[in-house]
């Protein structure tokens, strides 16, 4: 999300000579060609489509992930060191109870949800009808901000059990070839739902 016009409509920036199919590339507006003049500190990873604010690194945490260390009350890099990165709000569970969760990985493989001075660590919600555990009285375990910054290799541990057991469920889209959960699967068409919007005629 671009900091200066809050769209999301940034691409990251190519530096160097252009090779391959960069022009391609950035003509498609896809990537954004910076130059082959690199200055220390000056270059930016990514450039707004929108505004064209040049801004950020790759390793910048987004807002989201900004907020997830901000509820957790611990720096970013002891965030990733313990959760990993990719942290976005889980649209789901809105309305659901006081915690504030987020969910990680494409397909989401793994949810923490957050309230006060606790932390769970879940599945994604994959329908309407489940409900993540309360952080505060739910019969998972929980963790605190201690556990985190003191023991984050138990606190990985048990969130790369449950992304992997999210993992195993995921099919493979026959058209795009890309993982697929799931709840977003089509098992007749062997294809994610949303292939099979974009290309229903070609199924038949």
Known sequence: ????????????????????????????????????????????????????????SASDPTADEAELAGLLDVEYVDLVCALGTGWRREPMSRGEGMAQWFVSGEPAQLAVGVLGPWFVLDRPLTGWGRRH??????????????????????????????????RRSFRWCRTCRRPTAPEAFVASKSSCAQCVAAFGDAYE
């Open 133 to 166: 555990p309360d952080p505060l009285t739910g019969e998972e375990p929980r963790f605190s901000r201690d556990d985190l910054l003191h023991q984050p290799h138990l606190v990985a541990e048990m969130a790369e059990a449950i992304a992997s057991g999210r």
């Open 1 to 56: 999300m671009c900091p200066e016009c809050g769209k999301e409509d940034s691409v990251p920036v190519v530096y160097g000579m252009p090779v391959g199919d960069d022009f391609e590339q950035a003509e498609r507006g896809v990537v954004a060609l910076g130059g082959c003049v690199m200055m220390p500190g000056e270059t930016a990873d990514f450039v707004c489509r929108s505004c064209g604010l040049e801004w950020g």
